[in-house]
């Protein structure tokens, strides 16, 4: 597996494979990789001849006050992992190297409606840094397809309307979340729990399945999203939503079927996010 870290190396190195005629699959990740991201190599392992992973830790999409500076850096285990599980190229470019400018002067790209609610009210801004690098990422690998993962559910909404909006001749796969033993969806952030908070964690996914089973079994939707925030405020974590949505992000109405149940909850200073789908009963 080659590194790349300037644009021009990868132009070319793209250049040689799209001239062979091969597909090209991205995975865009911040790194410190775990089996999640690797579901994503090997999902596009399989759908082309050819699979880049990007590494760079957005500065765009963290709001002030969050983890930018903490977020963990791991790039010789992230390519040790990478080129096991078949990955061909990792691009992981310097901030300086993607933004030239000052953040506040760089082009962004604003995706509405699909951004609303949610991670996009208790995080200003976080969609928009998240479009702008995959659409800056799309422009520069011109992949025939991405992976993203299921576990930012709503991050997968944004993109795929994105692409829909801006005519991006681009197939998004979305990859089924990858979960610990106990249920945990496995995340970079994971690693700030303390084991207290680790032992506590799986309650998040618990009680999502609790509340799919109460759901699928026509359980009035208020009273059990109400009773859902108790138990995971019970649990010791400070719910920063718990919502239903139609499996599209709109709102749940008395036709729809396909739904999805969202959360995002602190644990000590961690914030977790996890999400479950359902089939509301007739
Ligand atoms: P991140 O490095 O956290 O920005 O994630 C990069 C990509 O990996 C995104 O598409 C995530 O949705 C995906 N991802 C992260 N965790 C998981 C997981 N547990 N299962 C599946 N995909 C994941």
């Given at each position: ?6 644009i ?5 190195a ?7 005629g091969d ?9 410190n ?6 579901a ?5 392992r399989?759908r082309?001849?050819?699979?880049i992973?990007t ?5 765009m999409?963290f ?12 790039l ?14 990792l691009f992981?470019p310097?901030v300086t190297?993607l ?16 951004t ?21 990422l ?9 992976c ?7 991050q997968?909404?944004v ?6 909006d ?23 952030r994971n690693g700030?729990?303390?084991?207290e ?12 399945c ?5 759901l699928e079994?026509?359980?009035d939707?208020?009273a059990?999203l109400?009773?859902?925030?108790r138990?995971l ?12 949505r ?5 709102p ?5 079927r ?25």
């Amino acid at each position: 597996m080659r590194t790349l870290r300037e644009i021009p190396a990868l132009r070319e190195a793209l250049g040689d494979a799209r001239r062979r005629g091969d597909r090209i699959a991205l995975v865009p990740t911040m790194g410190n990789l775990h089996e999640g991201h690797l579901a994503l190599v090997e999902a596009a392992r399989e759908r082309a001849e050819v699979v880049i992973a990007t590494i760079f830790v957005n500065p765009m999409q963290f709001g002030a006050g969050e983890d930018l500076d903490a977020y963990p850096r791991t790039l010789e285990e992230d390519q040790a992992r990478l080129e096991a599980a078949g990955c061909d190229l990792l691009f992981a470019p310097d901030v300086t190297t993607l933004y030239a400018r000052p953040l506040e002067a760089q082009t962004r790209i604003v995706v509405p409606e699909v951004t609303e609610g949610l991670c996009g009210a208790s995080r200003p801004g976080h969609f928009d840094g998240v479009s702008t690098i995959v659409g800056m990422l799309f422009n520069l690998v011109q992949p025939d397809l991405a992976c993203f993962g299921e576990k930012d559910y709503q991050q997968l909404a944004v993109i795929r309307r994105m692409v829909a909006d801006l005519h991006f001749p681009i197939e998004i796969v979305g990859v089924p979340i990858v979960r610990a033993e106990d249920g945990l969806a496995l995340s970079s952030r994971n690693g700030y729990l303390s084991p207290e908070e680790r032992a506590t964690a799986p309650r998040l996914h618990r009680t999502l399945c609790e509340l799919r089973d109460a759901l699928e079994a026509d359980g009035d939707i208020e009273a059990t999203l109400a009773a859902g925030t108790r138990r995971l405020e019970e649990a010791g974590f400070v719910p920063d939503y718990l919502e239903l949505r139609a499996a599209d992000l709109g709102p749940v109405t008395p036709t729809t079927r396909e739904a999805v149940l969202l959360a995002a909850a602190r644990l000590g200073t961690t914030r977790l996010i996890d999400n479950l789908t359902l089939t509301l009963p007739r």
